[in-house]
């Protein structure tokens, strides 16, 4: 995550992702297809909820080990 943001905007565990750069990732398709073409190092907008909340996050991919 983006070390600009305040750490309530930050993903958190029960956070429920459901865009990523304005496409559907609710689904596990969903969201392989959001990164389609996307490598470590970009950074993203996510779009998610918390609690009753829709909130926003610049994301920094990283690298799957």
């Known amino acids: 995550?983006?070390?600009?943001?305040d750490?309530?905007?930050k993903?958190?565990?029960?956070?429920v992702i459901i865009e990523i750069d304005g496409q559907p990732a609710c689904t596990e398709s969903?969201?392989?297809?959001?990164?389609?073409?996307?490598?470590a190092?970009?950074?993203v907008t996510v779009t998610?909820?918390?609690r009753d909340q829709i909130k926003h996050a610049s994301v920094k991919l990283g690298y799957k080990d």
């Open 1 to 5: 995550i983006d070390n600009g943001f």
């Open 7 to 9: 750490a309530a905007t």
């Open 11 to 15: 993903l958190q565990y029960e956070d």
């Open 30 to 39: 969903e969201l392989k297809s959001a990164l389609n073409g996307k490598m």
């Open 41 to 43: 190092g970009d950074t």
């Open 48 to 50: 998610f909820y918390r």
